[in-house]
């Protein structure tokens, strides 16, 4: 009997063990306050540009020569005085 009861307070440490090890292995859950939004566990992550993107386009009085700032990413070089345009998504 006393080797039973033994074995049986091993187990349920080695249980108690196993659960306190896996809680602090876990990554946390989402914030729990009101100015969280419900669908905030179901966003999209973030979308980078390539790090080639210098976010320039041609413009310029003559489009052919300028690379000028824009928005968008995209990736513009001169090559002998031309405007050379490129897609870095």
Known sequence: MRRSVQFALRFFLL???VTFVS?????PGPNQNP????LSSLAVPQAFAKPTCN?????????????NPVNTAS???????????GNCT
């Not at 809680?23 to 990554?27: A, D, E, T, W």
């Not at 100015?35 to 419900?38: D, I, L, R, T």
């Not at 990736?75 to 345009?85: A, E, L, P």
């Open 55 to 67: 976010f320039k386009a041609c413009g310029g009085s003559r489009h052919n020569e300028a690379c």
């Open 75 to 85: 990736q513009c070089t001169n090559y002998k005085g031309f405007c050379i345009i």
């Open 15 to 17: 249980i108690a063990v």
């Open 23 to 27: 809680v602090l292995l876990s990554s």
């Open 35 to 38: 100015y969280v939004s419900a």
